[in-house]
C-alpha cells in the first residue's frame, strides 16, 4: 500500500530559528516528491517539486532534499518567520495508467513564535 | 496566470438541498482534480479529469457528481449530501502529459468550505 508518513506530527519553534521536516514513504513507481505548505482552510501551495534524479532543491528559505534509495526526504526551513506557521505536507506522486496520482502525507504542523 | 479559483468559498447546504462547486483554469491544464479534505486530515482524491473525460473516481458516493463542461472548468454537483460530507474541498489542476517532467505542478485552489446541515 503506498503511505507517505511525517514526522514530527507538531513542532513549536522561536521565531528566527531553523527547522527541518521529515517524510518516508513507500509509493511505488515513485514519479516525484513535493512539499507544500498549507494554511488553515486554504488550498495547498507547492514549495518544491523534485524527481528521483534531484537530491536538492530550494525555494527561498526552504530546501527540500530526497534520497531516492532510502525513500526519504525533508524539509528545511531556514530563519524561520511568523508567516511560515501553517501545516507543511509532503506528497509523492505516483503513476496509475498515465495519470499521476498524488499521495499525501498527513503533515506537519508547524508553529512559529515570536 | 497561475490561479485556480474555486466557488463560492463557503457552502452552507441542507441535506435535502441540490448545489454545485465551481472551479476554473486558464492555464491550459488538461488535468483536473477533486480533493475532500477534513479537518486536520490530509486531502483525498474523489475524481480526475483528463482531456474533459473522466479518468478517475475514486469510489466517491453517487451523491457526488462531476462535470468537466470544458478544459477550464470543472465542477461537483452535490445532491442529498450527509453532515459527514461536511468538508474542505478542494479543486487542484495538472498538465497531462508532462506529469513526470521535473517541473510540472499541480495547482490547487484557496477550496470550498462545505458545511451540511
Known amino acids: 500500500k503506498n503511505q507517505v508518513e511525517q514526522s514530527p506530527q507538531s513542532l513549536i519553534i522561536l521565531e528566527g530559528k531553523n527547522c527541518t521536516l521529515q517524510c518516508n514513504y513507500t509509493v511505488s513507481p515513485f514519479s516525484n516528491l513535493r512539499w507544500y505548505k498549507q494554511d488553515t482552510g486554504r488550498g495547498p501551495v507547492s514549495l518544491t517539486i523534485?524527481?528521483?534524479?534531484?537530491n536538492t532543491k530550494s525555494n527561498g528559505r526552504y530546501t527540500a532534499t530526497l534520497d531516492a534509495d532510502t525513500k526519504q526526504s525533508s524539509l528545511h526551513i531556514t530563519a524561520s518567520q511568523l508567516s511560515d506557521s501553517a501545516s507543511y505536507i509532503c506528497?509523492?506522486?505516483?503513476?496509475?495508467?498515465?495519470?499521476?496520482?498524488?499521495?499525501f502525507g498527513t503533515g506537519t504542523r508547524l508553529t512559529i513564535i515570536p | 496566470d497561475t490561479e485556480v479559483t474555486q466557488t463560492p468559498k463557503h457552502l452552507v447546504m441542507g441535506m435535502t438541498n441540490k448545489k454545485s462547486l465551481k472551479c476554473e483554469q486558464h492555464?491550459?491544464?488538461?488535468?483536473m482534480y477533486w480533493y475532500k479534505q477534513k479537518a486536520k486530515k490530509p486531502p483525498e482524491l474523489m475524481f480526475v479529469?483528463?482531456?474533459?473525460?473522466?479518468?478517475i473516481n475514486e469510489s466517491v458516493p453517487s451523491r457526488f457528481s462531476p462535470e468537466c463542461p470544458n478544459s477550464s472548468l470543472l465542477n461537483l454537483h452535490l445532491h442529498a449530501l450527509q453532515p459527514e460530507d461536511s468538508a474542505l474541498y478542494l479543486c487542484?489542476?495538472?498538465?497531462?502529459?508532462?506529469?513526470?517532467?521535473?517541473?510540472?505542478?499541480?495547482?490547487f485552489g484557496q477550496g470550498t468550505r462545505l458545511t451540511v446541515v
Open positions: 523534485m524527481t528521483f534524479s534531484e
Open positions: 492555464m491550459g491544464h488538461r488535468a
Open positions: 487542484a489542476s495538472s498538465q497531462v502529459g508532462i506529469l513526470r517532467g521535473p517541473n510540472t505542478e499541480a495547482f
Open positions: 506528497v509523492v506522486g505516483g503513476s496509475n495508467f498515465g495519470n499521476e496520482k498524488l499521495t
Open positions: 479529469y483528463s482531456y474533459e473525460k473522466l479518468s
